[in-house]
């Protein structure tokens, strides 16, 4: 082999390896299953080897295939962190605060921010807390994640996460109360199941005051419930302190999905009901439209509109 092998090729050989599928390689790198394979054999005829065994199940490493996958995986990886370290030496540095509400922080932002700072490596990101909910102001941050109907007089507004609300419960409540866990095939509980449980289990509240009685009524649930239920039960106004409540089986919930996805695939946490209660309220970047919108503001935004644009839920 008296020449290198182009970049191209040692990337559909990393994704072919991972993938084990010369068509999901083409997807992921955005070329034709042809190119992909056109790639491989020329590695393998300067290499002089085989580099997958080709099965009708998908593909498999040789050993000498996986020893030059790891090999030049290696050298990918130094290549693209070089590029990610003269992209960040090429631009001035900068500097954005955000304050952010504790729950959207937690349950939704922090697991994605890795991304961000991964890509953004000029730029150093502040996540504050904010106490004063309801009240916008201003001082040591760049903008504020607020959850509201967008409409702010004298702000830029970003739509970032709409709100659907579900009906949760844990397993150990419906053990408990001797209700039968939706089957997956149904994927909720049956309307006379649903109203007992309704009737019976305390009905978890939070911040977002009408959900309840708006998800009542879009379910044609309201004249089964008392409208005295809708104001006993316990209030956690964060979505992370109801969350724990449903967990622990202290009572059902409505919350949006991201709130409970990551409990959904351990089956602690179980969903009630197809239906979704669209809120009025969504999770909004704003920030004052007296002040310019520096560089490092707007990549922020548009890096979180576009993350939660790909997790956009359908109300049922």
Known sequence: MNHLPSITALRCLDASARLG????????MHLTQSAVSHHILTLERDLGIALFIRRRGGLELTPPG????????????????????????SRQHSTVTISVPPSFANLWLMPKIGLFVRDNCDITLNLINRQDSGVTRYGEEDASIE???????????????????HL???SELLARLGVPRPSAARGELKDGTLIELLRSAPLIRTSMNDAWPEWLRLSKLDEFVPPAR?????????????LLAVINGTGVALLPRHAVENHLHGRTVVK????GWPATKAYYLQWSDNIPVTPALRRFAE??????????EPSA
């Open 66 to 89: 996986r020893m030059y996958w790891e090999e030049t995986l290696h050298a990918l990886l130094l290549l693209q962190r070089a590029g990610h370290r003269v992209k960040g030496a």
């Open 272 to 275: 009630l009901s197809r239906l």
């Open 21 to 28: 599928s010369f068509t999901l390689a083409g997807k992921e």
């Open 230 to 242: 809708l104001t006993d039960g316990p209030v956690y106004a964060q979505a992370s302190l109801a």
């Open 147 to 165: 959850l509201s109907e967008g409409n702010a007089a004298g702000f830029v507004s970003v739509r970032l996460l709409s709100l659907v609300y």
């Open 168 to 170: 949760y419960g844990s």
């Open 303 to 312: 890096w979180a509109e576009t993350v939660a644009e790909s997790e956009a």
